[in-house]
C-alpha cells in the first residue's frame, strides 16, 4: 500500500507497551489459574490413589489401620501431600474397630486435605477455601 502523498504517518509510539500493559495481567491470570487447576487434579488422583490403597491393605487378615494408614501415606508423601486431616475409618454392621469386621462386612476410609496445603502457589487465587476429600469402600477378607 502506498502512503498518500503530502500525508505523513502518524507515529503510535507507545501503542505497543500500552497493549501489554493492559494484556499482561490477564495472561498471567490464565496462567495461575491453569497451575492450579493442574494442581487439583493432582492432588485430587495422588489422594483417590492413597485412599484406595489404604482401604484394600485393611481388609487383607492380619492388618491393622495402622499399616494401612502407612500405606495411604506412603502414595501421598510420594507426591508431595505431607499434611492432610486424620484419615477417618467407618466399619460395617456397627463395628468398633477393624478387628472386630467380618468376611463381607465394608470397611470405608476417608482421607481429607484442605487445598491451600497442597497448592503450588503461595496463595491460592481460586480454590483456597477447598477442601480435597476422597474414600474407597472395599469388603473385608477376614474370615469369620
Known amino acids: 500500500m502506498q502512503p498518500i502523498p503530502g500525508k505523513r504517518a502518524r507515529p503510535r509510539r507507545g501503542a505497543v507497551s500500552a ?8 495472561f498471567f ?9 493442574t494442581r487439583l487434579g493432582m492432588a485430587y488422583d495422588l489422594l483417590t490413589a492413597a ?9 487383607i487378615p492380619g492388618n491393622t489401620t ?16 505431607t499434611s492432610y486431616n486424620t484419615p477417618q475409618w467407618t466399619w460395617g454392621n456397627s463395628q468398633t474397630s477393624l478387628s472386630g469386621t467380618q468376611l463381607g462386612d465394608r470397611v470405608t476410609l476417608t482421607i481429607s ?10 496463595t491460592p487465587l481460586f480454590l483456597g477455601s477447598a477442601t480435597l476429600s476422597a474414600s474407597a469402600t472395599h469388603c473385608s477378607e477376614k474370615p469369620n
Open 51 to 59: 485412599v484406595r490403597e489404604g482401604c484394600r491393605v485393611a481388609v
Open 19 to 26: 497493549e501489554v500493559a493492559l494484556g499482561l495481567p490477564f
Open 66 to 81: 495402622a499399616t494401612a494408614e502407612s500405606a495411604a501415606q506412603a502414595i501421598l508423601n510420594a507426591g508431595g501431600i
Open 29 to 37: 491470570l490464565l496462567i495461575f489459574s491453569v497451575i492450579e487447576m
Open 113 to 122: 486435605v484442605p487445598f491451600s496445603n497442597v497448592s503450588w502457589l503461595a
